[in-house]
């Protein structure tokens, strides 16, 4: 090789390399895993098939582990977190996952705003996810966040909520929540709404918005947005005001199912490996009007793809990736 040749491929190299690394960063798709309830002391096979995905990115929805204790104190969920760091496999470390949490891993079961140690709780949460020391969540109250990923010329917007730091307490008994007719009940809390609000205003062609607690669905007394109707209803608003396709994920149930009203879906993905016991399956069947297909009880994933062309793919599997429900529609 002479030296105009060795010339024009220095010229040449950084340009190539320039280029994979703007095809790199211009995917034409994105792949989002989703689930929650997975408890650190049984057994995880589900991963085997989620690893077959080849996702961009997971979420954990929340009850990521169950260190919480009747008494509200925290000296099971420090052992909690370790032990699940052991059962993680690496690539999905690999993946740093973005996460929520909901009353398992916040330290008390159904909890809210009145738990004491929330605020310790949130320390042990961002040092188990490796959160970045400048990150927001490390200065303020509360472990709502938001990201960003692009799609060619497609921004979607990932929004994490906090349906525990400052939620009021909740009416009725246990397993019988019932709806509050009290409008200064929330279950954000001011700054999270104010925060919330302005995340809507940003620039973005679809959100996938996390919560832990069902917001769509109505048929059960458990927790849900539908216990506090005034914040539901805000909420659905504010959704309505963004005029683009906007998805729900949520967790929480131990059962799993697609929601959907008007043109609004749902995703519930639970659990991961914590699934009913199937006595209770057996003489309980649980459905809702805004239910599409059935509920399922069995171990599961959730999967939301968004190609560049702007179809949207929302699939709910089991713990062998086969599909239980599925959705398809265009931005």
Not at 39 to 59: G, H, M, R, S, Y
Not at 67 to 88: I, R, T, V, W
Not at 165 to 191: A, M
């Amino acid at each position: 090789m002479n030296k105009s040749s060795i010339k024009i491929l220095y010229l040449i190299f950084p340009l190539i390399l320039s280029s994979l690394s703007l095809a790199e960063d211009d995917p034409e798709a994105l792949k989002i895993g989703f689930g929650s309830c997975i408890d650190e002391t049984k057994p995880q096979p589900i991963w085997e098939a989620v690893e077959k995905e080849n996702l961009n990115d997971f979420f954990f929805v929340g009850d990521n582990v169950y260190g919480d204790l009747d008494s509200g104190e925290l000296s099971n969920m420090g052992p909690a977190y370790e032990k699940q760091e052991e059962n993680f496999p690496n690539w999905l470390k690999n993946l740093k996952p973005l996460a929520i949490w909901d009353d398992h891993d916040y330290g008390l079961n159904d909890g809210g705003v009145e738990y004491t140690l929330k605020k310790e709780a949130q320390k042990l949460f961002l040092d188990f996810w490796n959160i970045d020391i400048k990150d927001e969540r490390h200065k303020r109250e509360g472990i709502y966040f938001a990201e960003s990923r692009q799609i060619k010329d497609k921004k979607i917007l990932l929004i994490g909520l906090d349906t525990r730091y400052f939620r009021s307490p909740l009416e009725g008994e246990k397993r019988d929540y019932q709806s509050t007719s009290d409008v200064s009940k929330t279950i954000l809390g001011k700054e999270q709404w104010k925060w919330l609000e302005r995340i809507f205003q940003e620039e973005a062609d679809i959100i996938i918005l996390a919560s832990s607690i069902q917001i769509l669905a109505t048929n059960h007394g458990f927790e849900k947005w539908s216990n506090f109707p005034h914040e539901k209803e805000r909420l659905l608003s504010l959704i309505k005001q963004f005029q683009k396709p906007v998805v729900l994920v949520s967790g929480d149930r131990h059962k799993a199912g697609i929601y959907k009203q008007e043109n609004l879906y749902e995703l519930t993905s639970s659990s991961l490996n914590k699934p009913l016991p199937k006595w209770l399956v057996a003489v309980w069947n649980e459905t809702d009007p805004l239910l599409l297909g059935t509920m399922h009880y069995d171990m599961n994933y959730g999967v939301i793809n968004i190609d560049s062309s702007g179809t949207i793919n929302i699939d709910l599997k089991d713990e062998k990736g086969n599909v239980l429900e599925a959705v398809e529609f265009k931005i």
